[in-house]
């Protein structure tokens, strides 16, 4: 059975940009997967399970763009 994925921080090791994507389900969308920093264009980046604090941001990210394309 598919289950939702977990609130991850990307995280680059070279310029410290990060990012807390909270999926929808267990299928990732666009912009739901990160592989290089848009930043500074490094390519591997570190990442790891978002605290809660991190998964709410990442929720209020994805909720603040959902509202955005609808206007």
Known sequence: MP???TPTTYTCPTCRWSKTIAPRSD???PGEFITCCPKC???QLETREASAR???AGWL???ARSVEVKK
């Open 41 to 43: 264009g490094h390519g």
């Open 27 to 29: 299928a990732l969308m």
């Open 54 to 56: 991190g998964g709410a």
């Open 61 to 63: 990210d994805r909720l």
């Open 3 to 5: 289950t939702k994925s």
